[in-house]
C-alpha cells in the first residue's frame, strides 16, 4: 500500500513522531497531503518538510511526494490503535465523521479544521 511506503521514510526522521497521510480532492484531481506530528521541541521549517518531500521521492517514488507537509498537535487512532486516514480526509474536505466513537482520541480531529493551505 502506498501510504506504508511514505509512512515507512517519514517515520525515519528522528523530529516526526508520527505522520499521517491522505489523498485531497484538489482543483479537479486529488494531491498528496502529509501531516506530521512532531517532538514537542522541533517545528516544521521548508527545510525539514523539503528533506521530508526528498526522502520520499528518493526512497519511494516521486509519484508519492506530498503537495504539502503540515505539522498538527495531534494524529487520529481509532481504538485499536489504527491510523484513521478516513477521519482526517473527512474533516478537510467538509463532510461528517459518522464513526467518531471508534477514535480513542476524537479531540485531535480539531487540528485539521480550517487549514489555509487546504483551501480549494
Avoid at 4 to 12: D, K, P
Avoid at 18 to 43: A, H, N, S
Wanted: proline share 5%; glycine share 4%; with cysteine.
Amino acid at each position: 500500500m502506498w501510504r506504508t511506503e511514505i509512512y515507512c521514510h517519514v517515520e525515519a526522521f528522528p523530529e516526526v513522531l508520527d505522520p499521517v497521510v491522505i489523498t485531497q480532492k484538489w482543483q479537479g484531481d486529488e494531491r498528496i497531503v502529509l501531516f506530521v506530528k512532531l517532538l514537542e521541541e522541533e517545528t516544521l521549517t521548508q527545510e525539514l518538510a523539503n528533506r521530508i518531500k526528498k526522502g520520499i521521492r528518493d526512497n519511494a517514488s516521486p509519484r508519492r511526494v506530498p503537495a504539502e507537509v503540515i505539522a498538527v498537535k495531534d494524529i487520529p487512532y481509532t481504538i485499536s490503535l489504527e491510523k484513521f486516514e478516513l477521519a482526517v480526509s473527512n474533516v478537510i474536505h467538509g463532510e461528517l465523521v459518522l464513526n467518531k466513537y471508534a477514535l480513542s482520541n476524537p479531540e485531535s480531529l480539531g487540528s485539521y479544521r480550517y487549514l489555509s493551505d487546504l483551501k480549494t
